[in-house]
């Protein structure tokens, strides 16, 4: 189900203060990049999906931001520029907003974008 833009814009209204200009950042910088793709509210969170698959998602969470990349390839090749930051399988976790560099992102969305085949 593709998101209508009201329902991700209640999503970040709905954030805790101290984090939303990074959450919409995140926001802008996945719907100027990820061309082709879908926004959606999945898992109660922020989504974008190609042909149906969920490739990208972000939450605020308890603790920290999440930014989840599910392309394993795409997650191999940013690990070493994300030193000292709390990194899963498919999740980066960032505990302020402060943390979140920019052109990482930027380069993991880009490489998202174009990769191409099944999403591992």
């Known amino acids: 189900m593709v998101a209508k833009s009201g329902e991700v814009d209640q999503y970040l ?4 203060e101290e984090r939303r200009d990074a959450l919409n950042e995140l926001r802008d910088a996945c ?20 042909d149906g698959v969920g490739e990208i998602g972000f939450a605020s969470q308890k603790q920290y931001i999440s930014f989840y990349v ?7 090749a940013h690990r ?9 399988k498919g999740c ?7 943390q979140i560099d920019m052109d990482v992102v930027r380069s993991i969305l880009r ?7 099944p999403v591992y």
Request: no cysteine; net charge negative.
């Open 13 to 16: 209204e709905s954030v805790p």
């Open 31 to 50: 719907v100027e990049l990820l061309t082709g793709f879908e926004e959606l509210m999945g898992y109660g969170m922020p989504g974008y999906q190609r």
């Open 70 to 76: 599910l392309r394993t390839d795409v997650m191999a």
């Open 80 to 88: 070493d520029r994300l030193d000292g930051i709390s990194v899963g």
């Open 92 to 98: 980066i976790r960032y505990r302020r907003p402060a």
């Open 111 to 117: 490489m998202t974008a174009e990769t191409s085949g």
